[in-house]
Protein backbone atom coordinates (compact mmCIF):
# COMPACT_ATOMS: atom_id res chain seq x y z
CA UNK A 1 0.00 0.00 0.00
CA UNK A 2 2.70 2.11 0.68
CA UNK A 3 4.69 1.63 -2.07
CA UNK A 4 1.62 2.45 -4.43
CA UNK A 5 0.92 5.94 -2.25
CA UNK A 6 4.38 6.75 -3.17
CA UNK A 7 4.80 5.62 -7.04
CA UNK A 8 1.83 7.59 -7.54
CA UNK A 9 2.75 10.83 -5.70
CA UNK A 10 6.28 10.60 -7.51
CA UNK A 11 4.19 10.61 -10.93
CA UNK A 12 1.91 13.37 -9.64
CA UNK A 13 4.93 15.37 -8.69
CA UNK A 14 6.68 14.09 -12.13
CA UNK A 15 3.25 15.30 -14.29
CA UNK A 16 3.10 19.14 -12.19
CA UNK A 17 6.83 19.59 -12.43
CA UNK A 18 7.12 18.72 -16.29
CA UNK A 19 4.42 21.75 -17.09
CA UNK A 20 6.23 23.63 -15.55
CA UNK A 21 9.37 23.12 -17.87
CA UNK A 22 7.42 23.82 -21.16
CA UNK A 23 7.67 27.20 -22.85
CA UNK A 24 4.77 29.35 -23.06
CA UNK A 25 2.33 28.73 -26.21
CA UNK A 26 2.34 31.36 -28.86
CA UNK A 27 -0.99 31.45 -30.91
CA UNK A 28 -1.36 33.33 -33.63
CA UNK A 29 -4.24 31.23 -34.70
CA UNK A 30 -7.64 31.64 -32.29
CA UNK A 31 -10.48 29.42 -33.62
CA UNK A 32 -14.11 30.38 -32.03
CA UNK A 33 -16.64 27.37 -32.12
CA UNK A 34 -20.12 28.53 -31.11
CA UNK A 35 -22.78 25.63 -30.91
CA UNK A 36 -25.89 27.01 -31.68
CA UNK A 37 -29.56 25.40 -29.10
CA UNK A 38 -32.37 25.94 -31.53
CA UNK A 39 -34.57 23.22 -32.06
CA UNK A 40 -34.72 20.98 -35.45
CA UNK A 41 -38.08 20.79 -36.79
CA UNK A 42 -39.47 19.13 -40.29
CA UNK A 43 -40.69 22.81 -41.39
CA UNK A 44 -40.04 26.31 -40.64
CA UNK A 45 -42.30 29.22 -40.84
CA UNK A 46 -41.92 31.73 -42.85
CA UNK A 47 -41.01 34.50 -39.96
CA UNK A 48 -38.31 32.21 -38.43
CA UNK A 49 -35.60 34.98 -37.89
CA UNK A 50 -37.84 37.68 -37.07
CA UNK A 51 -39.14 35.02 -34.31
CA UNK A 52 -35.36 34.45 -33.13
CA UNK A 53 -34.46 37.65 -33.47
CA UNK A 54 -33.18 37.92 -30.27
CA UNK A 55 -31.58 35.02 -30.52
CA UNK A 56 -29.76 35.69 -32.83
CA UNK A 57 -28.37 39.24 -31.74
CA UNK A 58 -27.21 37.08 -28.48
CA UNK A 59 -25.47 34.37 -31.21
CA UNK A 60 -23.81 37.29 -32.81
CA UNK A 61 -22.57 39.05 -29.51
CA UNK A 62 -20.92 35.89 -28.34
CA UNK A 63 -19.29 34.97 -31.73
CA UNK A 64 -18.02 38.90 -32.11
CA UNK A 65 -16.70 38.86 -28.20
CA UNK A 66 -15.57 35.79 -28.29
CA UNK A 67 -12.37 36.69 -30.84
CA UNK A 68 -12.10 40.21 -29.49
CA UNK A 69 -11.38 38.21 -25.99
CA UNK A 70 -8.76 35.94 -27.94
CA UNK A 71 -7.02 39.24 -29.62
CA UNK A 72 -5.34 39.88 -26.29
CA UNK A 73 -1.93 38.96 -28.49
CA UNK A 74 -1.71 40.28 -31.88
CA UNK A 75 -1.84 39.61 -34.39
CA UNK A 76 -4.18 36.23 -34.09
CA UNK A 77 -5.70 35.17 -37.52
CA UNK A 78 -9.15 33.83 -36.25
CA UNK A 79 -12.17 32.35 -37.34
CA UNK A 80 -15.68 32.02 -36.25
CA UNK A 81 -17.50 29.11 -37.19
CA UNK A 82 -21.18 27.77 -36.35
CA UNK A 83 -20.87 23.90 -37.41
CA UNK A 84 -24.15 22.70 -38.22
CA UNK A 85 -27.68 23.79 -39.63
CA UNK A 86 -30.04 23.68 -36.86
CA UNK A 87 -32.48 26.25 -38.49
CA UNK A 88 -33.73 27.96 -42.11
CA UNK A 89 -30.41 29.38 -42.83
CA UNK A 90 -30.14 30.34 -46.54
CA UNK A 91 -27.84 32.79 -47.70
CA UNK A 92 -29.67 33.76 -50.21
CA UNK A 93 -31.88 35.40 -47.45
CA UNK A 94 -31.09 38.99 -47.43
CA UNK A 95 -31.31 39.07 -43.27
CA UNK A 96 -29.39 35.95 -42.92
CA UNK A 97 -26.96 37.60 -45.20
CA UNK A 98 -26.47 40.41 -43.29
CA UNK A 99 -26.47 39.29 -40.38
CA UNK A 100 -23.24 36.95 -41.44
CA UNK A 101 -21.80 39.89 -43.25
CA UNK A 102 -21.92 41.53 -40.25
CA UNK A 103 -20.43 39.16 -37.56
CA UNK A 104 -17.65 38.68 -40.02
CA UNK A 105 -16.48 42.33 -40.08
CA UNK A 106 -17.28 43.25 -36.42
CA UNK A 107 -15.23 40.58 -35.42
CA UNK A 108 -12.68 40.78 -38.44
CA UNK A 109 -12.22 37.05 -38.34
CA UNK A 110 -13.31 34.42 -41.27
CA UNK A 111 -17.16 33.27 -40.40
CA UNK A 112 -17.79 29.75 -41.64
CA UNK A 113 -21.52 28.50 -41.27
CA UNK A 114 -23.64 25.99 -41.97
CA UNK A 115 -26.55 26.58 -44.94
CA UNK A 116 -29.09 24.98 -46.25
CA UNK A 117 -28.41 25.10 -50.61
CA UNK A 118 -31.61 24.73 -52.57
CA UNK A 119 -30.69 22.63 -56.00
CA UNK A 120 -32.51 20.65 -58.51
CA UNK A 121 -33.27 17.10 -57.70
CA UNK A 122 -34.69 13.87 -59.15
CA UNK A 123 -37.98 14.86 -61.21
CA UNK A 124 -36.12 18.51 -61.33
CA UNK A 125 -37.59 19.23 -57.92
CA UNK A 126 -35.60 21.50 -55.91
CA UNK A 127 -34.29 19.36 -52.69
CA UNK A 128 -32.60 21.06 -49.42
CA UNK A 129 -28.62 20.22 -49.14
CA UNK A 130 -26.46 20.85 -46.73
CA UNK A 131 -23.94 23.33 -47.19
CA UNK A 132 -21.45 26.11 -45.56
CA UNK A 133 -20.45 29.41 -46.40
CA UNK A 134 -17.33 30.95 -45.68
CA UNK A 135 -16.61 35.06 -45.66
CA UNK A 136 -13.99 36.67 -44.96
CA UNK A 137 -13.71 40.49 -42.72
CA UNK A 138 -14.17 42.29 -46.04
Request: charged letters at 20%; a negative charge.
Amino acid sequence: MAMGLGAALVVVIGALAGTLNLPPLKTDHVAVLVQLNFPQAPQYPANWMDAHAGEMDELERISVEAVRQDRATPPARSIVIWPEVPAPFYFLDPTFAARAELIARDSGAHFLVGVVEWRRGAENRMLPYNSAVMLDAS
